[in-house]
């Protein structure tokens, strides 16, 4: 969705959602109790009730890449992410993702994938977690395991995300920057598996599989809202 203003979007579908319901019939129906490829979604760790969120600022020390942080604001645009696959793994458009499959991450607002590598984080010296690349292009550090409990990813259910390249897991243990970014939380990743670093998907847009012909045009999404 590259720089597509995600929040605006979904304030449509939220006005909208019920003329899209009638005509077209969507329904959150068993396909949709699972997170699927294509997706774009608000993450939120459990333990500390922050979202996943990136902006345009970047790390002051490390690896001076695109910071990634912990938000409260429920509302925040910035908070946005996209299901993608890898280059070894295709993620066709409407399919659940499976536990143990690789994915991407990729902050809609600025088109960078979630990222991590050997650099110390800034606050709990963690392993640092970024945001890197250029319209969604990015390298193999961009690569993540779901880490959930059956075949595939429940939206109800707390999950993790193992970093392929240093088998770190995405986590937060609290610790709050100060200016510019006064407030947010620390994002980092850890090798041991502990309550900071449960995620579930929460706000977004679930896209659920399409039975329409090659070539017809889709409208197979549904919209959740706060």
């Known amino acids: ?30 396909e949709l109790s699972s997170v699927t490829c294509g997706s774009v979604i608000k993450l939120l760790n459990i333990k500390h009730n922050v979202r996943l969120h990136s902006h345009d600022v970047r790390y002051g020390s490390g690896s001076g890449q695109q910071s990634v942080t912990g938000v409260s604001v429920v509302e925040d645009s910035n908070s946005y992410w996209s299901v993608r696959g890898t280059s070894d793994t295709w993620c066709h458009r409407g399919t659940p993702v499976k536990c143990g499959q690789m994915i991407r991450l990729t902050h809609v607002n600025t088109g960078r994938n979630l990222h991590s590598h050997y650099f110390t984080s800034p606050l709990s010296s963690n392993q640092e977690v970024s945001a890197f690349g250029e319209e969604g292009e990015g390298d193999h550090l961009d690569e993540w395991a779901v880490q959930c409990g059956g075949a595939v990813w429940k939206r109800e259910e707390a999950v993790r995300f193992r970093h392929k390249a240093t088998d770190g897991l995405l986590s937060v243990t609290g610790e709050q920057y100060g200016r510019p970014i006064h407030g947010q939380t620390e994002v980092h990743a850890m090798s041991s598996p502990t309550q900071h670093s449960l995620w579930k998907a929460m706000e977004g847009i679930f896209i659920k599989p399409s039975e329409l012909p090659a070539g017809s045009r889709d409208y197979s999404h549904t919209h959740t809202e706060f």
């Open 1 to 30: 969705m590259g720089h597509l203003n995600c929040d605006i979007l979904l304030r449509f579908l939220s006005t909208f959602s019920f003329i899209l319901l009638g005509i077209f019939g969507l329904s959150a129906g068993t």
